[in-house]
């Protein structure tokens, strides 16, 4: 059982692989990539922040993973396409409560990769990452209830539900529910 959080992540940006996808750091050049996947309609529906209006908001998002790395606050990869080389997508461990071990995700994908196992293959490896090299004890998603997708994903992959917040988060004038799923390392994972 995990019972210290591993400070040393941070030394050096991990670079991981599965047999269709590499995860690596962000470069200054993914930003136009990032851009398209941060102001997709569809990738947006549900994430509740700010879509980005240009590829300067892009940069911006770059400088704050970098920034959050370099603190050693969170950690976010870029989920690209290994034959392509294409960026599709982002995953990342942020909100981190060392002192308990736990972290929150977040993660996007474009939907022209929807489908296809890529997400499920990207949490076999991630979260696999978080508890055997970070050192965490649980991981936390928080997801707006109306995101089926996510929440089945989430699911299947050994995620159990672990609270329903009513109108906790302001976004756009509105108040949304948040619901709370949790993987903890003693939990049977389903990839």
């Not at 941070?10 to 690596?24: D, I, M, P, Y």
Request: proline content about 2%.
């Amino acid at each position: 059982m995990n019972l210290k959080f591993n400070e040393t992540i941070f030394n050096k940006f991990a670079v991981l692989e599965t047999e269709r996808l590499v995860f690596r750091q962000f470069h200054k050049k993914d930003a136009a990539q990032l851009f398209k996947i941060r102001s997709n309609p569809q990738v947006m529906e549900f994430m509740d922040a700010i879509i980005l209006k240009s590829e300067d908001g892009a940069k911006v998002l770059l400088k704050s993973f970098h920034h959050e790395f370099r603190d050693k606050k969170g950690i976010t990869w870029a989920i690209t396409d290994k034959q392509t080389n294409l960026l599709i997508g982002s995953f990342g461990f942020w909100r981190l409560t060392k002192a308990h071990n736990r972290a929150e995700i977040g993660y996007s994908l474009l939907p022209e990769y929807w489908g296809k196992g890529l997400m499920a293959e990207t949490f076999k490896t991630l979260i696999e990452f978080g508890f055997n090299q970070m050192h965490v004890h649980s991981i936390e998603a928080n997801v707006n209830p109306q995101n089926q997708k996510s929440i089945q994903l989430l699911e299947r992959v050994g995620f159990r539900k672990e609270a329903h917040f009513r109108e906790n988060f302001l976004y756009k004038d509105q108040y949304l529910d948040s619901a709370i799923y949790c993987l903890i390392e003693t939990d049977k994972r389903n990839y």
